[in-house]
């Protein structure tokens, strides 16, 4: 009897304090319109989210961004957090930020499945200054000890000073970008001359040499990676973008074998004993499982076993045969770089038709064994549907 007499009431002020907490909540979530851009402060710093009502996403990620925009204003941050509603926008939800220009933001963090006090860190570090100034050689030791690759700028002002913020405004969601005087590095770091751009990485570091690297954001791209890490997909496709090939050793997801434990050291030891050689073509690193291989290679690739992939055209190598020894990994790699290693997949119209059946075939073979009847009717309403428009 008491059940049926106080749960409606208490269901009903369960509602109500929802609806309350979602009002609060909400008013640090700002919603948008197109008059944004003429109405904001010039020193106004936005996270902003675009979304679709649509989107399913979209609507997982709210409760979180919400939940964001509340923590940050109790800090006292100064980022503002707003969403702004999109109709043609692709790819949602999107998110942005807003300071002097605008810089998109992708990162692996950026999901709804995160710990929000990750994701809380993560915006505040989107917000940070570009490039941190360095006042003292202890300041840099515990700058050097934190950030597995730093990026240092040395010297007075200069045009390169001013492509290295530029470059840092940009990349600075995805590396540390600092700034110092001489006295602030130690004795044994040799500059050539002044000014200069040291990147920090692997125990050891690279002076950037405009007439060998090129232009700074595309060398700082590339030097953004540390010679040897642990690689998961999204790591993978922001190695692509770096515009060199990747060597994977590719593993056992739990319990690796002896051979699985003996190649991961050989990849490791040549990424850093053949630095020299190899660094400007090569990034290396191990992968735990190989379905995501798998799907580019369009076949079961077996663990553990060496992959070169070259991610600008969807392009991979696989050894002629077993690498065992530091000396087979040397052939294979140069094998690669003087073209005499067959270049297989590619992003050309057929290969991408493979790819698409190949994804087909794959994602719907277990539901054909598992649940038959589920697995023909997939298949045939399609067919069927198709059919009578046709008709």
């Keep these: 009897i008491a059940t049926r007499v106080f749960a409606p009431a208490l269901r009903g002020l369960f509602r109500l304090s929802a609806a309350l907490l979602a009002l609060c909540v909400s008013a640090v979530v700002e ?10 402060g010039a020193d106004d710093v936005w996270l902003i989210q675009f979304y679709a009502p649509w989107c399913t996403f979209c609507k997982q990620l709210d ?11 109790s800090r006292g941050s100064p980022i503002i957090r707003g969403q702004f509603r999109r109709h043609g926008q692709h790819r949602l939800p999107l998110q942005r930020r807003l300071r002097n220009s605008w810089t998109q933001l992708s990162t692996p963090e950026l999901t709804f499945r995160v710990r929000p006090s990750r994701l809380i860190s993560w915006c505040v570090s989107c917000f940070r200054p570009s490039v941190r100034a360095l006042s003292s050689a202890r300041l840099f030791q515990t ?11 040395v010297g007075a002002t200069s045009l390169l000073k001013g492509n290295y913020t530029a470059a840092a405004e940009e990349l600075i969601v995805h590396t540390s970008f600092f700034s110092g005087s001489r006295e602030v ?3 044994d770091v040799s500059l050539p001359s002044l000014p200069a751009v040291v990147v920090f990485k692997d125990g050891t570091y690279l002076t950037f040499e405009e007439r060998v690297d090129g232009p700074l954001k595309a060398w700082i791209n ?4 540390p010679g040897y890490s642990k690689v998961d997909s999204y790591s993978l496709y922001a190695m692509g973008e770096s515009g060199k090939l990747v060597v994977l050793v590719l593993l056992e997801e739990t319990g690796l074998s002896e051979r699985s434990r003996r190649l991961k050291l050989l990849c490791a030891s040549v ?3 053949h630095r020299d050689v190899y660094g400007r073509h090569f ?5 735990e499982g190989s379905d995501y291989v798998s799907g580019l290679v369009m076949s079961r690739v077996a663990t553990p076993s060496f992959i070169v992939l070259d991610l600008a055209v969807d392009g991979y190598f696989l050894p002629s045969g077993a690498v065992e020894t530091e ?3 040397l052939d294979f790699l140069d094998g690669v770089l003087n073209g005499s290693a067959e270049c297989r997949g590619g992003n050309g119209v057929r290969q991408r038709l493979r790819r698409l059946i190949y994804d087909v075939t794959t994602t719907l073979t277990p539901i054909f064994v598992k649940a038959p009847l589920l697995g023909c009717f997939l298949v045939l309403f399609p067919v069927a549907l198709g059919a009578v428009f046709c008709f």
């Design 31 to 40: 919603e948008l319109d197109d008059s944004f851009m003429e109405t904001r």
């Design 222 to 225: 590339r030097q953004r990676f």
């Design 185 to 187: 590095l130690p004795q």
């Design 143 to 153: 700058a050097r000890s934190r950030h597995e690759v730093m990026f240092l700028y």
């Design 63 to 73: 409760p979180l961004w919400r939940q964001i925009g509340s923590e940050l204003k």
């Design 283 to 287: 990034l290396f690193g191990f992968m």
């Design 327 to 329: 000396q087979h990994l």
């Design 271 to 273: 990424a850093a004993g």
